[in-house]
């Protein structure tokens, strides 16, 4: 179990570097094209404006292409408004969809945590284990055990280094525990069990990546045969029993209605919560809490300069009869945008596609 928590810094590191060259490879294709349609913007300006200067037959054909362009730019404006339109609609209903999906996950939570409480206050544990980390080791945490590498807590190494006749079931019973809590910074449980219409994500996130829950896979399947003297489930109250295959069924009837109250069952309720609900979890918890797609505003900086560049700037040319250098403004505006969404338009939508 050491030499796992040992290999977890190189393997966040590793993760890490991945990462930020993942990030500083995109950087690169969405600053490459902006410098390029920078510099033909800037070049189409004083191309444009140096030609008008010397042709006044030039600047007469830019004046009847104005009605053409500001055509062009509001047909192509006015399909981007539909499109975001009807997108802002159809991210409205999917929230709603997630918020109900949402609601039933925690639910299912609720009720797992309900049977963990059970499981914690039963006299299933050996004598001493409850008040030995209870007492012993008040203001310590699961999460503070798995990241004991981090130094941050001087109490979870005190605990490694620790050997009591509990046959290593003290790490259970603080994995148990840690799904009692709602917030990822406390540190013992204070009076009832908190039930929170939304479970935060930071909570969930430490569940996630400590994989709580699965210990009861391990302790209860993988190596029952090891701790079976150590936990003894028939220890829990009958009623309770009762009252876990109860949840248990509410949480999922198909996965758990052929079950009776066994280690089998525990061990198949671990790894269902662990590998099925918490992930779902916080999947919808990111989805509720995610912000408006790249592509929506990306699609929206591009109207609005369509708009200002390709519609009002020629109309306004036209009603009050400004300087020519107005319709080269626009013209190389219109141009560059254009440049740039050919040179990138494919890198958004394979971003959208793979997130």
């Known amino acids: 179990m050491l030499n796992e928590w040992f290999e977890h810094p190189l393997l966040c590191f590793s993760r890490c570097l991945y ?64 499109y975001l339109a009807s997108s802002v609609i159809g991210l409205k209903a999917k929230g709603g969809s997630a918020m109900d999906e949402l609601s039933k996950i925690t639910q299912k939570m609720h009720n797992f945590r309900t049977i963990v409480e059970l499981l914690m206050n039963s006299k299933m544990w050996l004598p001493g284990l409850k008040e030995y980390i209870d007492d012993e080791f008040a203001g310590l945490t699961f999460f503070d055990v798995k990241e004991f590498y981090k130094g941050k807590s001087k109490l979870a190494i005190e605990f490694l280094q620790e050997h009591q006749n509990y046959a290593d079931t003290e790490t259970l019973y603080l994995e148990l525990k840690s799904l009692l809590m709602t917030n990822p910074k406390d540190k013992k449980i204070v009076g009832d069990i908190s039930y929170p219409s939304i479970y935060s994500k930071e909570m969930v996130g430490k569940w996630l990546e400590h994989k709580c829950g699965s210990g009861l896979w391990y302790y209860f399947g993988y190596k ?4 079976k003297e150590a936990l003894d489930i028939e220890a829990v109250f009958e009623r309770h029993q009762d009252k876990i295959m109860m949840l248990a069924n509410t949480i999922d009837s198909e996965e758990f209605e052929d079950s009776s109250f066994n280690e089998v069952f525990l061990s198949k309720l671990g790894e269902y919560m662990s590998k099925e609900v918490m992930p779902k979890l916080y999947q919808y918890q990111i989805n509720m809490g995610s912000k408006i797609p790249k592509i929506i505003n990306y699609l929206y900086i591009i109207f609005l300069f369509l708009v200002l560049f390709g519609v009002l700037l020629p109309l306004l040319y036209l009603l009050f009869n400004l300087p020519i250098f107005t319709l080269v403004l626009s013209f190389a505006f219109v141009v560059s945008v254009i440049f740039y969404i050919a040179t990138t338009f494919y890198q958004f939508l394979n971003d959208e596609i793979n997130k």
């Open 224 to 227: 029952f045969g090891a701790y």
């Open 19 to 82: 990462m930020r060259n993942k990030s500083i490879y995109k950087d690169l294709f969405t600053i490459i094209p902006l410098v390029f349609s920078g510099i033909l913007c800037i070049g189409l300006i004083f191309l444009l404006h140096q030609k008008t200067s010397n042709s006044p037959d030039f600047s007469q054909q830019l004046s009847e292409l104005s009605n053409v362009f500001i055509s062009i730019s509001g047909f192509l404006s006015a399909i981007i408004m539909v």
